[in-house]
């Protein structure tokens, strides 16, 4: 829902953790010197994710982390996905070779490559971690991973939190691991969610992260995005919030 980043009820503008701007996706930010602003950019024209159709971004700019990449500091985006709808999918998550495939569009001032992860929230809690590849500066680039199942994957069918797609932009080490095996499911743990992290975005004033075209579907081939109207994008981040109106 909303991953093309277009609703944003609460504002466009943050520098809190929690849902603040983009309906549907929570930042985390743990232990930062100076918080980062979080907000629903524009996507520049002539870049190829506009001629496809996206016109908002999600953009972190970050603080000056003057004290550096402590272990316990963190900025990372997520969503979360109802078991229901992964349940109910068409998916057969227990088989190895039944798949889902995530794509989006991503942008770092700093060049680098960035994790990421989708993490199962019905008992057992199983992750799949995986990277976006170093991405030139300031270029977007599309990221398209296949996941296949695995037969210790449970999604319960409620409305309940399900599936987590979670994307550090920096987690320290109190929270990675180097022993972490990339593209493979692993039983959670919240230890050792990803690689250690590159620090040079973290450590960069200012640096700046942004994603849109953000889709998962069934499948092994990443579709086109599934581009439907503001009023429909609005409705369905409604069942999650709603922003009242004043007036007669």
């Known amino acids: 829902i909303n991953g093309a980043m277009n609703v944003a009820q609460r504002g466009t503008s943050s520098t809190s953790s929690g849902y603040q701007t983009v309906d549907r996706f929570k930042t ?3 232990n930062v010197d100076e918080s980062p602003t979080i907000t ?10 506009y001629t496809l159709g996206f016109r908002k971004s999600l953009k972190i700019t970050n603080g000056d982390q003057t004290n550096g990449a402590g272990t316990s500091d963190t900025i990372e985006v997520h969503t979360r996905l109802e078991g229901q709808d992964i349940a109910n999918s068409g998916w057969n998550y227990k088989s190895s070779s039944s798949f889902i495939t995530i794509s989006f569009w991503i942008k770092s001032s700093v060049a680098q490559t960035f994790p990421a992860y989708l993490h ?3 008992n057992p809690e199983y992750i799949f971690p995986f990277e976006t590849g170093s991405l030139t500066v300031d270029t977007w680039t599309k990221v398209t991973k296949t996941i296949s199942g695995n037969s ?10 399900g599936l987590k797609v979670a994307f550090i932009a920096y ?16 039983a959670y743990n919240t230890a050792t969610r990803a690689k250690d992290v590159t620090t040079t975005w973290y ?19 990443a579709t086109d995005f599934e581009h439907r ?20």
Not at 152 to 161: A, C, I, T, W
Not at 173 to 180: E, K
Not at 203 to 221: F, H, K, P, R
Not at 229 to 248: D, H, M, T, V, W
């Open 229 to 248: 109207s503001f009023a429909q994008e609005l409705e369905l981040c409604k069942r999650y919030y709603q922003q009242p109106i004043n007036g007669s």
């Open 203 to 221: 450590t960069t004033d200012n640096a700046t992260w942004e994603i849109t075209g953000l889709q998962l579907e069934v499948g092994s081939v």
């Open 152 to 161: 210790n994957l449970v999604f319960d069918n409620d409305n309940g939190h």
């Open 28 to 30: 985390t930010l743990d």
């Open 120 to 122: 199962t929230q019905s």
């Open 171 to 186: 987690r320290g080490t109190s929270n990675t691991d180097n022993s972490v095996t990339y593209d493979a499911w692993a």
């Open 40 to 49: 629903q950019s524009d996507v520049a024209s002539g870049t190829t994710p």
